[in-house]
T-cell receptor, first 112, second 117 residues
């Protein structure tokens, strides 16, 4: 069974602070996605990383895929209240075709 | 392009009843996946359909079933509802997971909030 473990589970910070959330697995994935979900809505795709060691930036968000393609991190610089939400990582191609394996998520609250 | 739509958005049912949820994928997407999301368990995979065939199934009892039509629209059915079935049910579409590395990207609908009383 493939598992993706995310940490921390909950994070509450003040506006302007930096933060990093982690996504770890013992399985190798051919691609890894990050999603953000707001209350009452479905997850929205933020980024896909596919190459070991890859770094992608999306404004204040920096995503990194581990060299061995088993882990990933999401770093947010100068967090804003609009960043509040549930951040989910999901791995594809880790031996189970056609479906993604999701982590349980990190619930981020950014206080003004 | 229109996004993934799910109907209804909210549903209240009684234990023992059955329910059918509907999902229309993004135009051109042939794969539809269904997930159950609860605070305790997170997103749990129910099943995936591609070209009207179920290709993958999660660890849910047989009360949970689904189907896909020739236009890629999908429905899922839950029979003999239990209190524990209360959850947000999410549908996601993609072009063809596994065909390319990027084809695992999924696009979610807003979900159907099911409450079983």
């Amino acid at each position: 069974t493939q598992l993706l473990e995310q940490s921390p589970q909950f994070l509450s910070i003040q506006e302007g602070e930096n933060l990093t959330v982690y996504c770890n697995s013992s399985s190798v994935f051919s691609s890894l996605q990050w999603y953000r979900q707001e209350p009452g809505e479905g997850p929205v795709l933020l980024v896909t990383v596919v190459t070991g060691g890859e770094v992608k930036k999306l404004k204040r968000l920096t995503f990194q895929f581990g060299d061995a393609r088993k882990d990933s991190s999401l770093h947010i610089t100068a967090a804003q209240p609009g960043d509040t939400g549930l951040y989910l990582c999901a791995g594809g191609g880790g031996g189970s075709n056609y479906k993604l394996t999701f982590g349980k998520g990190t619930l981020l609250t950014v206080n003004p | 392009k229109a996004g993934v739509t799910q109907t209804p958005r909210y549903l209240i049912k009684t234990r023992g009843q059955q329910v059918t949820l509907s999902c229309s994928p993004i135009s051109g997407h042939r794969s539809v996946s269904w997930y159950q999301q609860t605070p305790g368990q997170g997103l749990q995979f129910l099943f995936e359909y591609f070209s009207e065939t179920q290709r993958n199934k999660g660890n849910f009892p047989g009360r949970f079933s689904g189907r896909q039509f020739s236009n890629s629209r999908s429905e899922m059915n839950v029979s003999t509802l239990e209190l524990g079935d209360s959850a947000l049910y999410l549908c996601a579409s993609s072009f063809n997971p596994g065909q390319t590395i990027f084809s695992y990207e999924q696009y979610f609908g807003p979900g159907t909030r099911l409450t079983v009383t």
